[in-house]
């Protein structure tokens, strides 16, 4: 094999990997607009933007997101709500789940339907 069969190969198969990687994703999504807060019921954590990172290893997912006050009181409902979510996508394994509140969670980065959901 000369070298651009196997960059072909290469490419293919990143192309397949990264295809599966977005399917996989995309069914997350889809679970985790299933965990609300419970303060906010109207509008799931993802459109609320509170899922700041989606990482994908093989079948392992490290999710980062954050809470709408760093006074929550259901801060652990909702991070364990992800995280059973997230373990229900068919090819998860694994996964970890990370607070935190850089940046800072504002309503300027709900999304438009959230904000006229809540009538902001």
Avoid: W
Wanted: glycine share 4%; proline share 3%; hydrophobic share 35%.
């Amino acid at each position: 094999m000369d070298g651009m069969d196997t960059d072909s190969s290469r490419l293919a198969i990143h192309r397949i990997c990264t295809m599966e990687y977005g399917i996989m994703k995309e069914e997350i999504i889809k679970e985790l607009k299933t965990v609300y807060d419970p303060e906010m019921p109207s509008i799931n954590v993802y459109d609320l933007c509170l899922i700041y990172e989606i990482n994908i290893t093989d079948s392992h997912v490290d999710i980062v997101h954050t809470l709408t006050s760093m006074l929550c009181p259901a801060g652990d409902l909702i991070s364990g709500n992800i995280k059973e979510a997230v373990e229900r996508t068919e090819g998860v394994e694994t996964v970890t789940v990370k607070l935190t509140h850089t940046p800072q969670f504002s309503k300027e980065m709900m999304s438009e339907d959230a904000r006229l959901t809540l009538g902001i």
